[in-house]
């Protein structure tokens, strides 16, 4: 049976094909953004002023429905940044987290700190793709790629200037952790069954490379997890429906900040 992350990779594919119709990877390389320089993610993260969080804008989400569907990407993304986010993530897939390239791009306008591309890439046209729309860091998910695609993807990320966060699920996975890789993630949503367990992060912390930065991913609600993760190992923490439920995220992150001190 196919889960949903096989679907949402399916879908990809289709809007790949779409979309080569229209732009090819030379009209990305010869873009406005493609030559501008990358803000450092690393860097953001590791800058102790600031709070470690990737906060995330996230409209809806294949496993909550829809979160803050017309939240303003602007206001919510310039409250994250004054209140102590490392970077920020914007949702760029439409059909299932009505997510879009011009959420990033307005997100990119109002910050000086990373954004990070939240996406589904399979497939090198999208690598471009993340460069030209002004993206500084961009996930891949273990999950829906093999070891020679992370790699590939990975490196050619590289080359273009881009930073990359692997996101991995279970320990048999840290094999496609590879030199091109800046951050590892580790998501504590099954992806094909949406269960969230926060001990996940714990479990596979011990066997990742120590010159990574490791960021836990998803579920997390509770400042004290931040601080019990911090603890343990992890520097940063991605988080997004617990302050893109709220009516005013950029409270809810600020308060939240505050508590998970
Ligand atoms: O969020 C989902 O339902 C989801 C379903 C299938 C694939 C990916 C999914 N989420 C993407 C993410 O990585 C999360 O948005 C991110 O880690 C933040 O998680 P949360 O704090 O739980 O919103």
Redesign the pocket.
């Known amino acids: 049976m196919k889960t ?2 096989d679907e ?1 990779v399916d879908q990809k594919r289709i809007e790949i094909l779409e979309k080569q119709k229209i732009n090819s990877i030379e009209d990305f390389k010869n873009s406005e953004n493609f030559n501008l320089p990358v803000i450092s993610s690393k860097a953001s993260i590791l800058d102790e002023s600031k709070s470690g969080i990737i906060a ?1 804008f ?1 409209r809806k ?4 429905g829809f ?1 803050n569907k017309d939240a303003n990407v602007k206001y919510v993304v310039a409250g994250y940044e004054k209140y102590g986010a490392s970077v920020v ?1 914007v ?1 760029t897939d439409e059909l ?2 009505g997510g879009s390239f011009e959420d990033l791009k307005q997100a990119k306008a109002t910050l000086s700190i990373p954004v990070l591309r ?1 996406d ?1 890439i399979v497939d090198e046209y999208q690598v471009y793709e993340t460069k030209a729309i002004g993206a500084d860091l961009m ?1 891949l ?1 273990a999950e829906c790629l093999t070891k020679d695609e992370v790699y590939n993807l990975a490196k050619i990320a590289k080359e273009i200037g881009l930073e990359v966060l692997l ?1 991995l699920h279970s320990e048999d996975q840290l094999d496609k952790v590879n030199e091109f890789i800046d951050l590892i ?1 580790i ?3 099954d ?1 094909k069954t ?1 269960h ?1 367990d926060i001990e996940k992060s714990k479990q596979i912390l011990k066997q990742l490379p120590k010159d990574l930065i490791k960021v836990a ?5 509770d400042p004290k997890t931040v601080k019990e993760l911090r603890k343990a190992g992890f520097q940063s923490f ?5 302050f ?1 439920k709220n009516e005013n995220p950029t409270e809810a992150f600020k308060e939240f900040v505050k508590e998970s001190k």
């Open positions: 949903i992350l949402i995330e996230k989400s294949p496993s909550k979160i993530s949702l299932f987290f939240k589904f996930l998910i996101e993630g998501n504590n949503r992806l949406f969230v991913e998803s579920g997390i609600s991605l988080i997004g429906e617990n893109m």
